[in-house]
């Protein structure tokens, strides 16, 4: 049988759950770091070469995965096309080369400004 405190506590965790986990919206995150994380080495989330090969690799392959995400199958076969052969090295590259060519955008989320370069040397968006 419960006791009076184990129902206070109950309703204690209660009174302080229910609001964090009813919310109508949260705050949800705008990306796996920002451009300077991934060119400047006095950024606080500043990624050494090792955390940027991991982070092309994981981007890659979500490239490759968002077909199952109703992805333009078009737009996705030719980045599939165009990426035959490169290696991580490479594509790596490509987005550093990207984000240092254009320090107004390091504020930007590091996964758009990956998209931006891949999409560039791909011939998906227009070159500037």
Known sequence: MLNQKSIAIAAILGLVLVPIFSQDSFLVPTGFGIGRDFVETSSRGYMNAREQAAYTRGFVNGLYSSGMLAADESKLKSLQTCLIGMNDTQIRAVIEKHIK???????RPLNELSMVAIGRVCDLFPKQ
């Open 101 to 107: 060519n254009g320090p107004e955008q390091w504020h």
